[in-house]
Nanobody, 123 residues
Framework: QVQLVGSGGGLVQPGGSLRLSCAAS????????IGWFRQAPGKEREGVSC???????TYADSVKGRFTISRDNAKNTVYLQMNSLKPEDTAVYYC?????????????????WGQGTQVTVSS
């Protein structure tokens, strides 16, 4: 069974850092595009960062220069390093696998959603 389990969220002060992990099972992450998404209460889910099977990466303008997505094929895990965190980064963060070979970083193109991990940025 295909599963993605996100972890690593928590409470951090503005300007701090967190690293989220997305542990995959049932498939090799190196053969699929994997994305990180976030959703705050009352807002729609948005794409934060995605990495494709060729290591091409995409970042939302709001996180560009602060967040970095990476993939460890040996651990079958995708990471999201978040630096210089802002209160507006507060959300539940999810990772997911893209449905098709071609695509982008839009939530509708991804499946296998997990429960997500809460990130709260507050002083």
């Amino acid at each position: 069974q295909v599963q993605l389990v996100g972890s690593g969220g928590g409470l951090v002060q503005p300007g701090g850092s967190l690293r989220l992990s997305c542990a995959a099972s049932g498939f090799p992450v190196e053969d699929y595009a994997i994305g990180w998404f976030r959703q705050a209460p009352g807002k729609e889910r948005e794409g934060v960062s995605c990495v494709n099977r060729s290591h091409g990466t995409t970042y939302a303008d709001s996180v560009k220069g602060r967040f970095t997505i990476s993939r460890d094929n040996a651990k079958n895990t995708v990471y999201l390093q978040m630096n210089s965190l802002k209160p507006e980064d507060t959300a539940v963060y999810y990772c997911a696998r893209r449905r098709w070979f071609y695509g982008s970083c839009m939530p509708s193109e991804y499946d296998s959603w997990g429960q997500g991990t809460q990130v709260t940025v507050s002083s």
